[in-house]
Nanobody
Framework: VQLQASGGGTVQAGESLRLSCVAD????????IGWFRQVPGKEREFVAA????????SYVDSVKGRFTISRDNAKNTVILQMNSLKPEDTAVYYC????????????????WGRGTQVTVSS
């Protein structure tokens, strides 16, 4: 199983980035997909998640109204559209796949991709 996150970069506050997570070697629509982020010295933080067919989503309060998660099962891809970025959004972002409920908990996830760095300057 392989998850590949991409799309990170360095932007100014107020700008946007679009992160992609592409999965390989899994039955993609069996899995809920989550995005997490981590800064050095802190625990990995839940950002957003989407249900198997996209009917349900969840966001951490700090990104509600700015980030949107979506998926295209035909392309084994989940997108995290990040608008109105703030310096506090700076982190390494990871996507992960889970068969289970409780998708805000890192321990629930079966597979993790490598992260992509997002840096937002003020």
């Amino acid at each position: 199983v392989q998850l590949q996150a991409s799309g990170g970069g360095t932007v100014q506050a107020g700008e946007s980035l679009r992160l992609s997570c592409v999965a390989d070697r899994i039955r993609f629509d069996d899995y809920r997909i989550g995005w997490f982020r981590q800064v050095p010295g802190k625990e990995r933080e839940f950002v957003a998640a989407i249900s198997k067919y996209g009917a349900s989503t969840s966001y951490v309060d700090s990104v509600k109204g700015r980030f949107t998660i979506s998926r295209d099962n035909a392309k084994n891809t989940v997108i995290l559209q990040m608008n109105s970025l703030k310096p506090e959004d700076t982190a390494v972002y990871y996507c992960a796949a889970t068969l289970w409920m409780g998708w805000e908990e890192t321990s629930r996830y079966d597979y993790w991709g490598r992260g992509t760095q997002v840096t937002v300057s003020s």
